[in-house]
């Protein structure tokens, strides 16, 4: 809190010389320094980035990268500690690569090179694209094994000389004693080398290397050396993302000595025939698999700076992001520039937290929420729609990677809160996404003009309806509303046929029926309320009826929410510990049983009221997971769960909060505090599962602040325990939210009662206008 | 010459009606009828497609095509009669897939569809992309094989129902009792399907299909299901072309009942997963190797017409080439529109042979010499560059496929004279392609975006050179003679740098060695015309050192043009007789020890004078030359030879016109009328070899009107002794040259005289200057 004080000491200061009566002069200080307080511009001296540590969650299963990266930047420029392929050489699936999901992992000492696109917490993976490796000596294509210098271009990190900061990452290459710099802009990485005075320079720049590699995920590259300086090309994958193409322009500091490349294609045919060197200083290259070298002049100056901008739409688009970008050779300005970046958007909530590691933890987490998704347009708004055609943003910045199985929840309405402006710009994205979509639809998952299909549920609903409702976007409501209700009846898509017919989707249609059911039921829910926002109420009616589906999947003698086939059966056997082929997907019948967001009074009804309730959520918080039912289970670990309560998912994400309709918020602020403090963390093992593209870190933020948007699309928030003793809040309105939590401390986990400007709130909820009023919201915490 | 009877007749009938003394309005009539003749304008009526056959050459290996085709369009709709792939399931080149480089063999029964893109003439190939084949009952995804009709969706071509024209292709598929009928624009192919009345009506979409195909052929497939009514995609291929993509777009005149596809890929890893099923029904399809199918309702109307639109660009692009190429439903208007082009074209030259077969060769000739190179752009000028990035084509039409080993030498000239717009565009497109090179330079063979380096020299050269010394090209000077040095100046291209070194390509740096040396010699003598052209006196000195090349690859002992290494030793052993290994190309050391074009007089004081060298030319024409010999050339066969002058491969195709140069013109008199008679007809074999995109037809249309361009890049050509009777050229200044072969008959083969404008020409050549003042030019031909 250095603002802090120093704004106090300029109000003692002001006070004091206003005596000596030079109150012109000092009102006007004071009210730039208050501006300079409110505005927490790049001005505001105070340095965020301090507090981040992007190694956090670089261990166990976090999925985070440690490599440097600007706000929401295209650019993720990190290093890989792996080639470790997807499938062994007979075809079985390599279940190790789970952990290098972004590239990287805190406990290796090996380093493969820099890359330049990675995800942040993701459960699944692809990018890892354009590894640069500097090395000394022969050059050498083959990546090599982990433990075997000698058998490949891989080196070993220094530890001890590893560190990164918001923006950037330093490593020293232990076996060749270089020196490897890393810092970024939106669309553009810059690596500074210093070589060894001794020894050949070179540059291996590895085309083949991908995250999630397998032998037929290059698709195609291409590349040429332009100049001395300049190398241009694009590669095209088939991963997650099957059509990608990503192109690139790399420029370099000083002249290209001598290069070359090698094809590692299955060549069974090239051409008619080639009758000269072409791996040899001949500027063209193409093929599905291939690395290239590029040698430089080491004796004169040891450093080697290289530009790489990437573009989703040509090889002139990179090269004009890297022209806007990055005009001059100055490593040191580029990366001042991306910490001012990130200490303008961390500082959009000023906190004080009880100590040096909770404060890590937030800022780390509030720099994990703004890492994705990205921008995904050239400098000249030029971009690559999911129709693989060339789009230009009109009227919005184009964006990618959405993960909204797991970000609607929490990470775009905390944008709705912090990132306005880019929220808007995302759902744009998403009904340009619709546009050029051929079914039509939203997204589900996509990223790279790619849709993935990953997940369940269509949840770009509730995050443009959750912008719409909280006024933060500027959409064309009914075409909103016409990519919703369309997207939300697309017959072939998941069993939303038989959704539509039987008013539920059933077991024997297709998988994970049940949890398919109730996130199209809340999704649904969302519609309704747009439509009802439009104005159009009979479509309201019919998606508030659809809203109800999860009525059908309850059964009531069980208690539970259950898999039914297309004839009305419930499906036998039926073990609500099982998530494995019983219609559930990362979630079981008790997590989901919990998911109707939208209409939690009406759910704790059905299941016979409050005490029946708090029970229920006691036992899920209390009662014993076997190994075996974690183990069908996808993607926990003990680590993310209390109970039968799995934190490391998203299905339960909520409910911790939903004591508070049963009368208990003693308990959500019970639980929540455990959660935060067992879950969360500033170690390198700081997350319990996969940061999930900031959905994990989205739910720390909110719930440190004390509410949590229980149903986005809903404007209000559920109150819970704020673990912060202080917050600043830049509102999207420009207005302010202080929020105070007196008397914070370890033991005052409870909360007495809540104010709102003087005012008791006497709701479990406060409204997202209340918060945009803003003003001081203050916590009375007790034990 | 129908036009010339009625032009008489007018005439006559005028005289008459003017002793009736209605002499004003006659005047009137006998003007326009005039102006008619004279324009040759649509308006003429006159159907010179009526003399093409596009079944010749389609037998034997003259590599053309029968299907629908406008005057250079980019889509060559097309009959495929194999599936045969390049190599064995061992990896053994399959040598039967040169017939198939234009996709056809007139002898075949068996029909695999149609596809949109081809070769004509070329001696490799490539394209045959998107390949659409009706059938009826039971979807078979399958090729299938030749004989075995229940193998696959192969059918039986009811070869009397086939009938071919310019712009049009009919034929009925015997098994299914399917009429189908083909025709083109430039940029779009038109379908039009009969099926019986019986029957489900399907259509497969063959996306794996290619000309020489191979298993690594397919890079990516994109398809997209927008409606019912409209499929939009592209492919990459690697193949001739290393990195090519085709984009369609396809419409159907009815809607699609039901379709599907499979991916062929080993699939090895298909994203996350997939929850629905994507193989029916469900409108976005990709992968390395895919079928596609479509159904259509068949009881009520059993027509269904495909528009079949291409582009380099995008879908959106091709979609943009249909809707303003063909508007609307309606094949036979865009059939009688391919075919006004077409007499657009071949009107150009009116000409009386003396035998209806004749007549037909000559019309066929001009035919084939118009169907390449293809424009290369999207109807809004967008096209795809050298370096795979789109570019807008600004003050010129973009055109690719330039095989310019083979049509520097009487193509691009006969276009200089017949389509001089369209050559000022090609040369336009080269310097495009030097603007885009990475190396850069000009094409030396291209096609698609790609340079596929096949064979030697750098042609361009002449192909400019030639335009700017007739006058036919507006291109900037400086630009082009930057770019013809340029690329003379590449030193990793095929020897060069010592070429520039040694003066000669030493035989142990590279192969072909003195086939390149006289070769850069030649085309190094055009641009020190360029130089001379633009002024530039230091550099016409430095290349007109160059074109005297060829002596230092000539041993005066041995008296023939012979390899040398780096030292200056001459290669043992040396066998003038053999191509192999011997430091030629596509012919020996006899045929190219007569390429020195551009210094012919020097050739001969050289190897000995005027009687030495009448007697080496009878000899060429006269000796035997062994089996073994003939396997160790490339690309002939007996048919296309006479002795050891090979008409089929091109580095002799100016040798029977030296005999003028050594003051015995009978003997190229001779020597043309033979070949014009044995090498050339009107059946389906009527081609003695590859047409060679053209330049086998372009020989015989100059030599078939009387003179040929013995050395491009110079104004003068070479008297011959031509074949017509009459013919009535249109310049491209507008004038018309008639040119008469009087007393033509198959004995009077030798010219006596030859008068331009009643003036004889004493030289044995004529310059273009001449040609373009109009007028006469008369034969008188001999016994």
Redesign the interface.
Known sequence: MKDANLYNLFLVYNIVLMKRNIVIILAAIFASCNQHVIDNQPVNQKDYTQWVNPFIGTGNMGHTFPGAVVPFGMVQLSPETSNMP??SEK?EYNKEVYRYCAGYQYGDSALYGFSHTHFSGTG?SDLGDFRLMPIVGEVQLAPGNPGDLASGYVGKLDKRSETASPGYYKVRIADSDIHAELTATERVGVHKYIFPEKGEANLIFDLMSNI?H????N??T?V???NDTLVTG?R?T??????RKVYFAMAFSKPIQSYGHKVF?????????????EEH????M?G?NLRAWFRFDNAENQELLVKFALSGV???GALANMKAEVPQWNFAHVHEQARAKWNKELGKVDVKMPTKADQETFYTALYHSFLSPVVFEDVDGNYRGL????HQSEGFTNYTLFSLWDTFRALHPLFNLLQPERNNNMVKSMLANYRQS??PMLPIWSHYANE???MIGYHSVPVIVDAIVKGTTDVDLAEALEACVTTSQIP???GLDQYMKLGYVPSDA??SSVSKTLEFAYDDWCIAELAENTGNKSLAEEYNKRAQSYLRVYDEQRGFMRPKDAAGNWREPFDPMNTHGQGFIEGNAWTYSLFVPHQVEELIELTGGNKAFVARLDSLFTMTISDEDIAHNEDITRDGIIGNYVHGNEPGHHIPYLYNWAGAPRKTQERLRMIMDTMYGNEIEGLCGNDDAGQMSAWYIFSALGFYPVAPGSPMYALGSPKVEQARMQLPNGKILDIEAQDQSPENIYVGRVELNGVAIEDHQISHEQLLAGGKLVFYMTN
């Open positions: 997807m499938f075809g699944h999630y397998h032998k037929n995920k698709v195609w291409f040429r050396v332009e694009y095209q088939k991963g997650w993302a099957r059509t294609d299955e060549v069974v045919y090239n051409g008619f025939y080639r009758r000269f060197d200083n001949f500027p063209e193409a599905k040509s090889s002139s129709d693989q055609e060339v051929v079914h993935n299909w990953c072939y898509f998941d297709t998988s």
